[in-house]
């Protein structure tokens, strides 16, 4: 089966500007979660959807951060506007249930 | 809420010897440890799991070991190869797989 598909790889930005991330789960997976690994650091969950529906955002810094997953497939998680605390690598991931995660290649960003 | 710890953070060892990585944490209702192996540029992916009704379990080279008692967990590879090398990530869930807390990572080299 294919696995879970980021878009972009990298990204390099400014400080203050904006930016959105793009990921495909797998088929048939009805939880989707954004994590946030910042370097040297183990994942740390930003937001859990099942479906189209929140399930946990307590972590997301919802001043800047928002995510979407319409029609409960694709979701994007946008940040605006940027930190440079934000520089980290922004790992999407999908389960059946709520049971192991499969997760994708993240999307590595810099902000300068 | 829980907290994983994970020691060390960075281990060499010689191929074809052992590598121990070791994991605590603090929540006694996490019932589920799996492990994951990031290599450079790629997201963690799963190696191993065990829930906490069993106190060991193998696959191949990887075992890992749970002491409920003691509340750590560990994963054990036996005759590493270059291959091996990668950071290694241990997590702690709850029953209801909601929310996995991840260790801070284990940057593992193995020399030829």
């Known amino acids: 089966e294919a696995g879970v598909a980021q878009s972009p790889r990298y990204k390099i930005i400014e400080k203050r500007q904006s930016v959105a991330f793009w990921c495909n789960p797998i088929?048939?997976?009805?939880?989707l979660y954004w994590y946030q690994q910042i370097l040297g650091q183990g994942p740390k969950l930003l937001i859990q959807?099942?479906?189209?529906?929140?399930?946990?955002d307590s972590q997301l810094p919802k001043d800047r951060f928002s995510a979407e997953r319409l029609k409960g497939v694709d979701s994007t998680l946008k940040i605006q506007p940027a930190k440079l605390e934000d520089s980290a690598v922004y790992l999407c991931?999908?389960?059946?249930?709520?049971?192991?995660?499969?997760f994708g290649p993240g999307t590595r960003l810099t902000v300068l | 809420g829980e907290n994983v710890e994970q020691h060390p953070s960075t281990l060499s060892v010689q191929e074809g010897d052992s590598a121990v990585i070791k994991c605590t944490y603090s929540?006694?209702?996490?019932?589920?440890f799996p492990w994951y192996k990031q290599e450079l540029g790629k997201g963690p992916q799963l190696i191993i799991d065990?829930?906490?009704?069993?106190g060991e379990k193998k696959d191949q080279r990887i075992a890992v070991t749970l002491n409920k008692t003691a509340k750590h967990f560990s994963l054990h590879i036996t005759e590493t190869q270059p291959e091996d090398s990668a950071v290694y990530f241990c997590?702690?869930?709850?029953?209801?797989?909601?929310?996995?807390?991840f260790g801070s990572g284990t940057k593992l080299n193995v020399k030829p």
């Open positions: 997590a702690a869930s709850n029953d209801n797989f909601n929310k996995f807390y």
């Open positions: 929540d006694s209702a996490s019932n589920y």
């Open positions: 959807f099942q479906n189209n529906g929140v399930v946990d």
């Open positions: 991931a999908s389960s059946l249930g709520t049971g192991g995660r499969n």
């Open positions: 088929s048939g997976h009805a939880t």
């Open positions: 065990i829930r906490s009704n069993v």
